[in-house]
């Protein structure tokens, strides 16, 4: 007898998993496909919750495979060792193929107890192969002694982090979720905690403002630990709240423009206002983050680089990203900072912010 075991947060589950359970049943030829929820995970929080997941995830896999509340069901952190332990017991004759991603087999040397999963499963990864996976394999089967299979899936790009997002702006997931989990979410009003917020927003910017914020938050939730993402998610959500404010309503934020700043700036010393007096946010490090999207400023908080680093990269930017991406958050941050400047330079060369100039000087002092 053959079982898959194929877990996960499921937050939501999506398209792309419903394929991979799909494939795995026919690639694999398996008797029974379990979906495990995770109940708590080890290595992240989860701010929906497992009730509600696990009944999202019977919606998505219904008439597909079994979904198990084993990890559900339990009170402390779920590991996979221990499911596996629990599908072993239940079937102890069975061959049983745990079903991961790419992601997943890159960083397997960091699961708990990931010698024991070894001898008790086939790692089935839903990826096809390259070079990286490849690499990965290898190094499983010579450290862990593990049995390593590739799954032909076709790659769609959808990210639960996207889909969750997209909930939160109000835009249609209609064809990346299962039907029954999108009428769910929005009957039930899941992943709608800063709904009313953007839904203000909207009437401040242009449309074509309001799509560059979207992908803004989402490259900030990218970069962004877990403990951070509700402080980045605002920042990037009003990094750009007073763009359209005009100067002859300054004055109703207690704004005076100084003579000397460049009216490219204005809106992020603004912003800082117009998110504490219509937004009510009282988080002076939301509020720095917002003021030095722009400029920077030496010394600069975590939270300030990640909104800096996201406006900058979000992926509809007219020009090459890949070099903005590389590395730790520090050295995007400084790239960014560096080809910002010298733009900076070539079309305002008359007005360059002096904070601009200052921040410069402090992380890259080579240039001066």
């Known amino acids: 007898m053959k079982i898959g075991i194929f877990g996960g947060t499921f937050n939501p589950p999506h398209n792309t998993h419903v394929n991979i359970a799909l494939q795995a049943k026919s690639q694999l030829a398996l008797d029974k496909l379990f979906v495990v929820p995770c109940g708590l995970p080890p290595h992240k929080p989860c701010e929906v919750d497992k009730r509600v997941r696990l009944r999202l995830t019977s919606l998505a896999f219904s008439g597909?495979?079994?979904v198990w509340d084993y990890e559900i069901n339990k009170s402390d952190t779920s590991y996979t060792?221990?499911?596996?332990?629990?599908?072993?017991?239940?079937y102890p004759d069975a061959l049983i193929y745990l079903i991961i991603g790419g992601d997943s087999l890159l960083h397997f040397n960091s699961w708990y107890k990931p010698e024991q999963i070894a001898k008790m499963c086939v790692l089935a990864v839903a990826s096809r192969k390259n070079?990286?996976?490849?690499?990965?394999?290898?190094?499983?089967?010579?450290?862990?002694?593990?049995?390593?299979?590739?799954?032909?899936?076709?790659?769609?790009?959808?990210?639960?982090?996207?889909?969750r997002l997209r909930y939160?702006?109000?835009?249609?997931?209609?064809?990346?979720?299962p039907?029954?989990?999108?009428?769910?979410?929005?009957?039930?009003?899941?992943?709608?905690?800063?709904?009313?917020?953007?839904?203000?927003?909207?009437?401040?910017?242009?449309?074509?403002r309001f799509n560059h914020t979207f992908y803004v938050v989402k490259r900030g939730l990218e970069l962004a630990n877990d403990g951070e993402k509700d402080k980045v998610f605002i920042a990037c959500l009003l990094h750009d709240c007073a763009k359209h404010i005009a100067p002859r309503d300054y004055a109703r934020y207690g704004f005076v423009k100084p003579d000397d700043m460049p009216q490219s700036v204005v809106h992020s010393f603004l912003g800082a206002k117009v998110a504490?007096?219509?937004?009510?946010?009282?988080?002076?490090?939301?509020?720095?983050?917002?003021?030095?999207?722009t400029t920077g400023r030496p010394d600069m908080t975590r939270l300030d680089k990640i909104v800096y680093v996201a406006d900058k990269t979000e992926q509809t930017r007219p020009y090459p990203l890949e070099h903005l991406l590389e590395g730790t958050l520090d050295e995007k941050f400084v790239a960014c900072l560096?080809?910002?400047?010298?733009?900076?330079?070539?079309?305002?060369c008359d007005s360059v912010c002096s904070l601009s100039e200052q921040t410069l000087a402090f992380y890259c002092p080579q240039k001066n």
Do not use: W
């Open 64 to 66: 597909i495979a079994d």
């Open 81 to 90: 060792v221990e499911t596996l332990k629990e599908a072993k017991r239940l």
């Open 131 to 163: 070079v990286e996976n490849e690499k990965a394999r290898k190094n499983v089967i010579k450290t862990y002694g593990a049995e390593v299979e590739f799954l032909d899936v076709e790659p769609n790009g959808i990210s639960s982090t996207e889909i």
């Open 168 to 177: 939160q702006f109000g835009l249609s997931n209609a064809d990346s979720v």
């Open 179 to 208: 039907l029954k989990v999108d009428g769910y979410i929005l009957a039930s009003h899941e992943y709608s905690q800063y709904s009313f917020m953007i839904e203000k927003l909207k009437k401040y910017l242009s449309p074509e």
């Open 276 to 293: 504490c007096m219509d937004f009510g946010v009282t988080d002076n490090e939301i509020l720095d983050a917002i003021t030095y999207h």
């Open 338 to 348: 560096k080809e910002a400047y010298q733009v900076c330079l070539e079309r305002h």
